[in-house]
C-alpha cells in the first residue's frame, strides 16, 4: 500500500485536519499521480459539513484534481510517468450499463463511484480525494493535460469546467445563437467563457449590478439585470439557451420568460426544490424546454480540456495554502472568491 498524506473532516462540525491514510497499489490499469494542485469545489463544503446528509467519514475532498502522473499500470496506453494528468468527480462506473457504453459514465445506471464520499465497487473501501499528495486512479477515469495549459487554473476544469461545457455542447450552442449564462459563481464564469469560445452571443443574466464589469472582462457581450423589469421585458422571448447555475432554490418563471420558442434553460446548480412553482403555460406556450445536466463523461471531459488547451481557457482562480483550506471554507459561505480556490498542494510538504 501507498502512504498518503491530506486533509480530512473528522465530523460535520470540526475543522479539517492533517490525516494519514493508504492509497492501493497501481494494477495493471491504474495511475499513480502524484497531486500538485487540487480546487475547492462548493459541493467540498455541503459534504464536509453533511449537508446532503450523505457524508461518511473521514473524508479526505477534492474533485478538481491535477498531478503529475509517477507510476502506470502494465496495460496503461494513454498517459506515462512525467505527463500532467487530472482526477475529476468520478473514478470509476460499472463499465456495462447503457450509460457506461455510451460514454456517460456519471449517468451510469448503477451509479458512478466518486472520487470522494463514496465506496469503491467493492462496497466497502471508502474514496480519498485530492486534498492530498498522491492518488491512484484507473486510465479510463484520468484525463491528459496538455502542458500549454496554466495547471493552476486548468484544476477547477474538472468540475466547473466539464459542468457547464457538457450541456453547452449536447445543445449544441454556437455561433448564431444568443446564450444566457445566470449567476456568475465559479460556474458561472466558466460557462461565459465557454460559451463565447463557442461563437455564441454571450449574455451574462445576473441580480447584481456590480457584477457586470467583471462579466465584460470574461467575455459577455452584454449584461442583463434581472431585477430591471424593463430590461428583462427587452430581453423577454430572445434567447435560444439559457445556462443556469444558480446553486440554490428560486424562482424559474423569470428565465423561462427569456426563451425564444423552443429555447432551453439548462439547470446545473440547483439540487433541492425550485419555488414558487413554475407555470407550464410559460413552457407550453412557447415549446419551451428545462432540463438539467450533471458534469460529463470522460471522453467528453477530454475533449474539453483539449478545447481549453487550444482556445487558453482556464479557470480564474485564488491560490491558498493547504493550512488556510478551513479559512477558504469560511469564505465560501460568503461567495468571497473571484472564482475559485485552488489549494497548491506542495504547502502539504512543509
Given at each position: 500500500m501507498i502512504q498518503a498524506k491530506g486533509y480530512a473532516a473528522h465530523d460535520p462540525a470540526s475543522d479539517l485536519v492533517p490525516f494519514t491514510f493508504e492509497r492501493r497499489e497501481p494494477g495493471p490499469h491504474d495511475v499513480q499521480i502524484e497531486v500538485l494542485y487540487c480546487g475547492i469545489c462548493h459541493s467540498d463544503l455541503h459534504q464536509a459539513r453533511n449537508d446532503w446528509r450523505n457524508s461518511l467519514y473521514p473524508m479526505v475532498p477534492g474533485h478538481e484534481v491535477i498531478g503529475r502522473v509517477t507510476r502506470v499500470g502494465a496495460h496503461v496506453t494513454r498517459l506515462k510517468p512525467g505527463d500532467f494528468a487530472?482526477?475529476?468527480?468520478?473514478?470509476?462506473?460499472?463499465?456495462?450499463?447503457?450509460?457506461?457504453?455510451?460514454?456517460?459514465?456519471?449517468?451510469?445506471?448503477?451509479?458512478?463511484?466518486?472520487?470522494?464520499?463514496?465506496?469503491?465497487?467493492?462496497?466497502?473501501?471508502?474514496?480519498?480525494?485530492?486534498?492530498?499528495?498522491?492518488?491512484?486512479?484507473?486510465?479510463?477515469?484520468?484525463?491528459?493535460?496538455?502542458?500549454?495549459?496554466?495547471?493552476?487554473?486548468?484544476?477547477?476544469?474538472?468540475?466547473?469546467?466539464?459542468?457547464?461545457?457538457?450541456?453547452?455542447?449536447?445543445?449544441?450552442?454556437?455561433?448564431?445563437?444568443?446564450?444566457?449564462?445566470?449567476?456568475?459563481?465559479?460556474?458561472?464564469?466558466?460557462?461565459?467563457?465557454?460559451?463565447?469560445?463557442?461563437?455564441?452571443?454571450?449574455?451574462?443574466?445576473?441580480?447584481?449590478?456590480?457584477?457586470?464589469?467583471?462579466?465584460?472582462?470574461?467575455?459577455?457581450?452584454e449584461v442583463l439585470v434581472s431585477t430591471d423589469p424593463e430590461a428583462m421585458k427587452r430581453h423577454a422571448g430572445s434567447f435560444h439557451f439559457l445556462l443556469n447555475t444558480i446553486p440554490n432554490g428560486h424562482d424559474l418563471n423569470p428565465y423561462a420568460g427569456l426563451l425564444k420558442v423552443d429555447g432551453v434553460m439548462v439547470l446545473v446548480g440547483a439540487l433541492m426544490a425550485l419555488e414558487p412553482a413554475l407555470y407550464g403555460g410559460s413552457l407550453i406556450g412557447g415549446r419551451k424546454t428545462v432540463a438539467g445536466s450533471c458534469i460529463g463523461g470522460m471522453k467528453e471531459t477530454q475533449e474539453m480540456i483539449d478545447f481549453c488547451a487550444k482556445h487558453g481557457i482556464t479557470s480564474d482562480v485564488e491560490m491558498i495554502d493547504i493550512a488556510k483550506v478551513n479559512e477558504a471554507y469560511a469564505r465560501l459561505l460568503k461567495n468571497d472568491v473571484k472564482y475559485r480556490f485552488v489549494i497548491d498542494m506542495a504547502t502539504l510538504k512543509g
Open positions: 487530472g482526477v475529476g468527480c468520478m473514478v470509476d462506473s460499472c463499465r456495462t450499463c447503457s450509460s457506461c457504453q455510451a460514454d456517460l459514465e456519471q449517468y451510469c445506471l448503477e451509479g458512478p463511484t466518486f472520487t470522494y464520499n463514496c465506496k469503491e465497487r467493492d462496497g466497502r473501501t471508502l474514496t480519498f480525494g485530492g486534498y492530498s499528495d498522491v492518488i491512484v486512479a484507473e486510465e479510463r477515469f484520468v484525463v491528459h493535460i496538455p502542458p500549454a495549459l496554466d495547471l493552476r487554473g486548468a484544476a477547477p476544469l474538472l468540475c466547473a469546467g466539464i459542468t457547464t461545457w457538457s450541456p453547452l455542447r449536447h445543445w449544441n450552442v454556437g455561433s448564431g445563437q444568443k446564450v444566457g449564462v445566470i449567476g456568475l459563481g465559479g460556474l458561472g464564469h466558466m460557462g461565459v467563457k465557454f460559451a463565447k469560445a463557442l461563437g455564441a452571443h454571450v449574455v451574462m443574466v445576473t441580480t447584481s449590478p456590480a457584477k457586470g464589469a467583471d462579466a465584460l472582462r470574461l467575455g459577455a457581450d
